[in-house]
């Protein structure tokens, strides 16, 4: 295990004079302080002490049915038995890999993938099975491919495949729906589990929704996976699990082992909040915050960025993924970017199992005011037209991905193939 | 992996005629509901946005800072950077686990053990070591002996030995100052880690306070975990490890795949009663509350149990341990005693990794109300001299043990060993 370069960035941020694009966090100001504080101290004042109690593990009950009534609301048909609360969706991920993984059991991850998933997975020891993204999402004629010829060669059976639908972290874009079908086909036919992240989802500036993955799976192989963080509050850390009752039961013997139960509290104080009517119309107040952040770094992006370089086109949700031209090395770049120009990013590396994307950057325009994406991105801009002018001089570059790090075992698919289909929205 | 024993109590323990001694939570009249109020609401409304955005995966330092100023007030030698919060000091076991622990390696645990403790470790596949305690905790000698012939045949290396000291879960015995400084030096003499487990340790309603085992440590050999559960609020889940900063570290990096940062909110609420003194000062308000539960439950074990049975004298915490006679079978008596006399226990035997101690029962005096405890006890010591005096006249009984599962890899010691040393407090 290894500290991720995503927390190690948000520690750059924290520095005042720096504008950051590195912290992938909500927008203080979508936060509904003023409704937390009075609800928080109903909650406690007129429930007592069972509101501070330990709690089930699989989290309160009536939160649950909320969950189960609003998935089925978008076609995921469940019950308040399928849901399990979690700490954030970032424990649902370690407990859906603790009760599958053995060591050496093959993952398939995006590439480039949430380094929070991968995180999560690697954990356990697998073999990750690297499967690249385009405009659509997980290329699953290439997953397909892979798994006809029976997994990663040397790897354990393929038991899961990790995938974040709608605006995809760290990339932004959204899986189509043929490929939903797809994908949810695949798990059926070669009896593996999808993982569908969506933190994101309910974001979307533009566009109809997709259909959820989990909504077209006949087999029971869909595991969905959502959160509260991103829509609500993310201090509470109240994400949920839904599949299948058995699966739901055995990540609950997990949890207890793990932390006994979440935080009962910040439950109380959601499930309240949902009660009043106001967790939708929360969600809806905040879609427009995030709208004009992306709609300010798009334009900021087409202004300021040297001609070398793509960009992905978010729907929704708080990133946008930069291409630079082969042989620019992101991450060997950020101390100068710091130093230069006081602006930092996560360079891309890191979410690629197989030691590629060193020329790849992750832009979060979640968290930084609107004055400052304009300002940073200028600063980006003229900070990165300096380095391609170094490439195009000759100065001397690192190989590709020679500093990501090395080889997940497993990871075998050829190093170029997918990335350069990202970035072409300019 | 199974659903704990306790877990299952508990559920029992929600039906309402039912006085039950089975789940261990605090008694919810010690839970400072206005403060939380008052505090919750004036955090959020104060800080604002910040109160409730995503924490550092460390916990908030300032918090830090405070755990590890009142740990060095009792002789622990630390700073912020030698503390983790986690959910709970369960998460913090499950964490040590995870960076420690390789299939088949060895951990000691005490016999009986804290089965949220086995339950953690058990997720990583390890073989358990079982070491009886008596009235002065853990038999030291005995795992000398162990350490000394290369631990159980068998078993890889021991890597954890996992100690309750302080009014144990299940028992309620406290660890002697003599074996503490043993423990701490056997640890490093033969290279291993002792997690001190101290959740009850500040709710002591008599005698002076025994030294950490953390302070006898001079080879960074001991991990110290706390929490505010007990003394303050569960549903928060805020827990701390404390250790060498390496460890810590790892810890947090761990940590950061599991669920990437605790609840920020409920760190706020105890870093603010902390700011104003007023921890210290709850927890010392409540002392009285748990000892006049202990002294009404140990009057009426002597009025009503019958003269066969033994059971422990905690001079702190939530439990007293009981000792029934050899062939009696505790968890196949449960189903009885709830239907017969609507009065629930731990059956003692899922505490014992060698699948010994079915004839041992944990009870809780910390949740029941006074005039629960008189009338329970009462109900249940009818109930104990019925199915004394079943076994006396020759009554099929299952074998001891028989019932509690299979026995552990690793777990070699002799069955008898140790059980009938406690329980001699009448």
Partial sequence: MKASDIREAFKLAERGDIISFAGGFPAPETFPTALVAEVAHEVAARMGASSLQYGPTEGLYELREYVANHLSGEGIECTAENVLLTNGSQQALDLIAKIT?????????????????????????????????????????????????????????????????????????????????RLAELAREYGFCVIEDNPYGDLRFEGTPKRHIRTYDTGEHVLYLGSFSKVFVPGFRVGYAVGPEPVIRKLAIAKQGTDLCSNSFGQRIILECAKRGLLEKHTASIIDTYRKKRDLMLQALAEYFPDEVEWTYPEGGFFVWVTLPEGMNAKEMLPRAVAEERVAYVSGGASFVDGTGANTIRLAYSQASDRDIEEGIRRLGRFLKREVARLRSGATQNEPGSANGSLAPGAKLDRKEGIGAIGANR
């Fill in 101 to 181: 993984l053995d060591p050496g059991d093959c993952v398939i991850v995006e590439k480039p993938g949430y380094i929070g998933g991968i995180a999560a997975f690697n954990q356990y020891e697998p073999s990750f099975a690297p499967v690249p993204l385009d405009n659509e999402g997980i290329r699953v004629d290439i997953l397909e491919g892979l798994l006809r010829q029976g997994g990663p060669v040397g790897a354990g059976p393929v038991k899961l495949c990790y995938v974040v639908p709608n605006f995809h972290n760290p990339t932004g874009v959204t899986v189509s729906e043929p490929r939903r079908a």
